[in-house]
């Protein structure tokens, strides 16, 4: 790829398995639909003999979802992973501090690298802001690298983050949000407005309230979008999102920080929010 290339070159990268066009402004990535699995070939005859340690067949079905997605099948170091907690949650998260927490134990207990946080507004949280600045042209995709956004900002160009299709967003322990009985109510929770921005009147006082008299901004992933503009009863029990602060490629290059997803030690609440806080200041590139 250079700048050299005419507009509408389509061009395919082998290491990320994506597709990307030449735009005016640049490289864009194409948003992919669902993978279609090839048909199993016929192995040809074997006329020499294998060791038996060697020979082991590769399993065709996946035990555990997550342990396909960090394997080397996927390259997620140019992505942003977005995922849902295991179950639903009113408006009561004890806040959004933790949420995230949540987004963080639930997400080392699936094996996944990453720094996952709440995809909610706080009361000096938008959700354009989550993310760190660099990585804001990265594109989302979900926990099997299906392509949900060509990037996190056009999910707040203020038409609500439309999908292109109905949104395969998987949990952390590998559950359809939008198939799975677990989630009756095709709902998330947000608290945003159309561009991201924090509505400060309808966000379950914090995300810490399950009152009935009381709001928060919710959408429904049956209508395709992000961002809906749905003022519900904060006792409802909807799906919340978690989107990763940064790409993978951040930990290549800050090998003295803090690994939040340490397999010896678990951070605690407010040692993973100074992580958060930490990578999303850095805007080092």
Known sequence: MSELSPLGTITFILDEEALLVRVSAGWQYVALGSIVPLPNSTPSPVTTPLNTESARPPSLEVDSLINALDGPKQSHSQMLRLAALNEPRTGDM?????????????????????????????????????????DRDLPVVNLKGEILFNSWKDAFGGSGGVFSQKPRIFSFDGKDVLRDPTWPQKYIWHGSDLHGERSLSSYCDAWNTKAKDIVGLASSLMKNRLLGQEKLGCHNSFAVLCIEATGQHYYRRKRHAIVPDSRDVELTSDEYQNFLHFVVKDVEV
């Open 94 to 134: 004890t806040g959004v501090r933790g949420a995230d927490y949540a987004c963080y134990r639930e997400a080392r207990k699936a094996g996944l690298r990453g720094t996952f946080r709440a995809l909610l507004t706080s009361r000096v949280q938008n959700l354009d802001s989550i993310v760190r600045y660099s």
